[in-house]
């Protein structure tokens, strides 16, 4: 058994051996170098915690129970005769048995899965409900009722729960392997757990998922008595890294003079901001002019209009969104960062012509969200290595691809902000590009808010 064992471990040092010299031949030196140095960086977020306002917390939990059991008064007001005796309804989404008896009841075709006969109850099966009126009143309030159980379940009370202790409060002899097996909050601060690497380079969170926070409840992570919270968050920098990867001098100019990308764009094609806003987006990610003219409540014809003009005037993003796009239809299976993150992109085989096509929007835009992960974790990096330089006792307690929420005594921060900021842009410069537009706002609050 101990030479088996041995062996096992042994295996490891020739394997990890292999595994560096062929991450050199792909020229991901720098990506493993700097994964290494994000490592430590990672482990100090998730063990600072972030304060949490516990007595907000647990109102605005009761609250949100209250929208529930209102949620669920509602369906049972609306819903018809239970069935058979002892029958009790049930409008969660994974009950489709009893959901779809019950639109039945009240005259509704509900769809069913082909050999199986089960009722198909989803979100978009719901909303296709529009006779007869009765129905329809109670498809609405289930997904109503499902929404609020989302959240109760998702951003409510069991974050206070011990994963060891059952809903009865008996001990349960295991914890399970998932979400949660940790406790989530300890001593008015809340944990996270945060997963170093997803596709595009970026980073994960879950238990609790402090990545996607609805923004209401940002209010509830406050800073200690004595200290301030830093959130700070890079400026359109996704786009400010697509026209300099481009080296598009139209866009440059003006976003070094500090001016706002969407509303630089809007002024190019003779659009207000929001319109430019989805229009960027849908060039950057490959969008069709049916697809965008969706999104825009436009014609077809209109919104290719406005990818043509902003193609015309930012002749340099349009020939790298050119090459990408070539790129994918020779099925080049990759894309690549300045810094050499390499993705696997998808590909998909055309019948008709019979040839592999790469992903269009994964070419165009993991260049650009890539290159972006990999500036934030150098400035990661760069927090956990020169923690010394902060005068204010620095932690890191929040970061969130864009955004980093530093808790620094207060006394300090406004020289603290400073420097998180020249962090910032040197991180993501070391990325892209030493000269490329970085822009960075810092505020300085007593709670995690972005005004």
């Keep these: ?20 010299a062929e991450l050199e031949n792909l020229g991901m030196t720098k990506i493993v170098d700097l994964e290494s140095r994000f490592t430590p960086a990672m482990t100090y977020c998730m063990d600072n915690g972030f304060a949490l306002d516990v007595e907000g917390w647990r ?25 058979e005796e002892a029958w009790v309804w049930s409008w969660n989404a994974s009950n489709h048995r009893k959901v779809g008896r019950a639109l039945e009841l009240l005259g509704a075709k509900v769809e069913k899965k082909k050999g199986t006969g089960n009722y198909v109850t989803g979100e978009a099966e719901l909303k296709a409900i529009k006779r007869p009126k009765k129905a329809k009143e109670l498809a609405a309030a289930i997904l109503e009722y499902r929404q609020h159980e989302k959240f109760v379940t998702t951003w409510a009370d069991g974050w206070f729960r011990d994963p060891a202790v059952s809903s009865r409060g008996k001990t349960k002899g295991k914890v399970k392997q998932g979400s949660p097996d940790h406790l989530q909050v300890v001593d008015g601060r809340v944990y996270t757990k945060l997963n170093q690497l997803v596709a595009t380079g970026r980073g994960s969170s879950r238990s609790p998922n402090l990545q996607n926070l609805p923004s209401d409840l940002r209010r509830y992570f406050v800073s200690p008595a004595g200290r301030q919270l830093l959130v700070a968050d890079y400026q359109q920098m996704e786009y400010c890294a697509a026209a300099y990867l481009a080296g598009d001098e139209a866009l440059l100019e003006p976003l070094r003079k500090g001016k706002d990308f969407h509303t630089t764009t809007a002024e190019m094609i003779g659009v207000d901001r929001r319109t430019a806003k989805t229009v960027n987006f849908g060039l950057l990610y490959g969008m069709s002019g049916k697809s965008l003219a969706a999104r825009l409540g436009v014609s077809r014809s209109e919104a290719e209009g406005y990818i043509s003009a902003i193609r015309d005037r930012a002749p340099g993003l349009a020939a790298w969104c050119d090459e990408q796009t070539q790129k994918a239809d020779r099925a080049i299976p990759y894309a690549m960062t300045p810094l050499g993150r390499i993705r696997l992109v998808d590909q998909n085989y055309r019948n008709y012509r019979e040839e592999w096509v790469s992903s269009r929007s994964q070419m165009l835009n993991h260049p650009v969200q890539g290159a972006c992960a990999d500036g934030y974790k150098i400035a990661t990096a760069l927090l956990w290595e020169r923690q010394d330089e902060f005068s204010g006792n620095p932690l890191l307690v929040n970061m969130i691809h864009d955004e980093f929420v530093v808790e620094v005594d207060t006394a300090t921060a406004e020289v603290d902000a400073a420097l998180l900021d020249r962090i ?24 995690w808010t972005k005004d």
Excluded at 2 to 17: G, H, N, Q, T
Aim: glycine letters at 4%; aromatic letters at 2%; proline letters at 7%.
């Design 1 to 20: 058994m101990i030479s088996y064992a041995a062996e096992d471990a042994a295996i490891l040092l020739p394997l990890k051996d292999a595994v560096i």
């Design 424 to 447: 910032m842009v040197e991180g993501m410069r070391e990325a892209i590009g030493e000269d490329a537009p970085v822009r960075v706002d810092v505020g300085i609050s007593e709670i």
């Design 59 to 83: 109102e605005h939990a009761r609250q949100a129970r209250e929208s529930l059991e209102k949620a669920k008064a509602k369906c049972d007001e609306l819903a018809p005769e239970p069935p």
